[in-house]
């Protein structure tokens, strides 16, 4: 099993300088520390020392969107990168920003896990005098996840304005991380008699990210729908649900030659899917 690490942040540290976060350690030995943060002003930008806001500052974070406001969807190879923007507002303007993803409790908590940016310093556009989006990247590994990452994590922001002020936010935002799902149909015979029975078998799947591989989604409801050869619509014939294996299989009496395709509709671990749909000659 990997090893959790736990997203520190010394208290005061980013309103100073930097997100901070320990290597991670997986299973197989691999150490991976993440660097996300914002550089002190003096160091990256030529302005003042840092210091953190103050009740009367006017530095503001206003929103935080997290891959265009889709959930990500990871499989069981590739990693993921997302986009971050990051909007804020400042009468002096705004100069970086920072972000990382975060699971658990608290930030100093052992059962905490963080994901941090790509860059080292934003791409800050500016809407108008006062107020910019900074774009930052971040980059989802299937090689660091467990199945249970599956679920809603928290966005950690941090905005550095032109006149030295930091405001950060450790749960600003919110955003869903999905194993990303597949489903197969086949139909059979073909070519089918009219009114002989079609066997319309298929599997739907998800990725395992602890195994590297896509297992049976198992009890779930999926909609076997058609659509007749030249038309464009699909119609819902039936719902069933996929075994403790995510094997699924029904039958239909063969009326007219069309296409026939499950479709899952998805849940707040596993995102939609829809097989191609698989075309039956009605003889």
């Not at 928290?154 to 919110?174: E, H, N, P, T, Y």
């Not at 599997?203 to 395992?208: E, F, G």
């Not at 075994?243 to 007219?256: M, P």
Request: with cysteine.
């Amino acid at each position: 099993m990997r090893i959790r690490a736990t997203v520190a942040v010394v208290s005061g540290a980013l309103a100073l300088s930097a997100f901070g976060v320990p290597a991670a350690q997986a299973d197989d030995g691999r150490t991976w520390t993440p660097d996300f943060g914002l550089s002190a002003p003096e160091q990256s930008h030529g302005r003042m020392a840092a210091r953190a806001v103050t009740a009367t500052d006017d530095l503001k974070i206003t929103k935080a969107v997290v891959n265009g406001g889709k959930p990500i969807v990871v499989g069981t190879t590739a990693p993921k990168k997302v986009s971050v923007a990051i909007t804020a507002t400042d009468d002096s303007g705004i100069a970086d920003a920072a972000t990382f993803l975060w699971i658990g409790s608290t930030l100093e908590s052992e059962d905490s896990f963080g994901i941090g940016q790509n860059e080292d310093v934003a791409t800050c556009k500016a809407v108008n005098a006062t107020t910019s989006t900074c774009t930052l990247t971040v980059t989802v590994d299937p090689a660091w996840l467990i199945n249970s990452d599956a679920t809603t994590w928290k966005v950690g922001a941090a905005v550095l304005s032109k006149d030295g002020q930091i405001v950060q936010k450790d749960a600003f935002g919110r955003t869903n991380l999905q194993r990303l799902s597949k489903v197969t149909v086949n139909a059979a015979p073909e070519p089918v008699k009219k009114g002989k029975t079609l066997t319309v078998t298929g599997k739907l799947s998800r990725a395992n990210w602890e195994t590297g591989t896509y297992k049976g989604y198992a009890t779930q409801a999926v909609k076997l729908q058609f659509r007749k050869k030249n038309s464009s619509t699909y119609t819902t014939v039936k719902t069933i649900k996929s075994s403790s294996t995510g094997a699924l299989k029904t039958t239909v009496k063969a009326s007219v030659d069309g296409y026939w395709r499950y479709s899952f509709a998805g849940t707040s671990t596993t995102p939609t899917v829809t097989a191609a749909g698989d075309f039956v000659d009605v003889k």
